[in-house]
C-alpha cells in the first residue's frame, strides 16, 4: 500500500537522467494491469527526444512539466483491439495508474497529463508523434527523478461510502 499513499503528482524533475531499465519496469508494470477480456488495446510510446518533449508541453496549459522530464510515455488505445466500445479507456487508464505507482516504486515522479477525450489535444499529441488513426493517446506520463516532494494527501472520505444501497 505505500506507493498507494505516496503517489503524487510530481510537475517538477532534476535533471537526472532514467533509464532505460528503469523505463522497462514502468511499462512491465503497465502491461499488468487488468483489461476487460484480456484484450490488452494499449500501445506505449517512449519518448526521449528533448524537441518532442518541448513540443508535447504545449499540448495544453497544464502540460508545460513534459519540456522538463526525463523520459515521457504517451499512453494509447488502439481501437481496433478493445474488447467493447469505449473499454480501451477503461483498459489505458488501469495501465497508466499502474506507471504512476511503479514510478513511485522506483523513486521517480510522474503526473497524469490527460489527452483523451478532448479533440484538440488528441490530434495535437497525434501530429506530433505519427499516430495512425485508428490508435488514440490517452496520455501523457513525464517522468522524471523529484524536484519536489509534497507530502501524502489525506483524501479518504467516509461520506463518499455506501453499504449495500445509496
Avoid at 524537441?51 to 523520459?71: F, G, N, P, R, T
Avoid at 504517451?74 to 483491439?81: A, I, N, S, Y
Avoid at 523513486?107 to 497525434?126: D, F, Q
Avoid at 479518504?156 to 449495500?164: L, V
Amino acid at each position: 500500500m505505500d506507493p498507494i499513499f505516496k503517489r503524487r503528482s510530481i510537475r517538477r524533475y532534476t535533471d537526472k537522467y532514467v533509464d532505460d531499465d528503469q523505463v522497462q519496469k514502468l511499462l512491465r508494470a503497465a502491461m499488468c494491469a487488468p483489461s476487460a477480456r484480456g484484450a490488452r488495446p494499449w500501445h506505449f510510446i517512449v519518448v526521449r527526444d528533448k524537441e518532442s518533449l518541448s513540443k508535447l508541453s504545449y499540448a495544453h496549459q497544464s502540460a508545460y512539466m513534459i519540456k522538463d522530464a526525463s523520459v515521457a510515455i504517451v499512453v494509447c488505445g488502439d481501437l481496433r483491439e478493445q474488447s467493447y466500445r469505449d473499454y480501451w479507456v477503461l483498459d489505458c487508464s488501469a495501465a497508466t495508474e499502474n506507471i504512476l505507482l511503479e514510478a513511485v516504486q522506483l523513486g521517480l515522479g510522474a503526473v497524469w497529463v490527460a489527452v483523451y477525450p478532448r479533440n484538440e489535444r488528441i490530434i495535437y499529441v497525434k501530429n506530433i508523434l505519427s499516430i495512425p488513426d485508428e490508435i488514440v493517446p490517452l496520455c501523457v506520463i513525464p517522468i522524471g527523478y523529484p524536484a519536489e516532494s509534497p507530502e501524502p494527501k489525506k483524501t479518504y472520505d467516509e461520506s463518499k461510502i455506501h453499504y449495500e444501497k445509496w
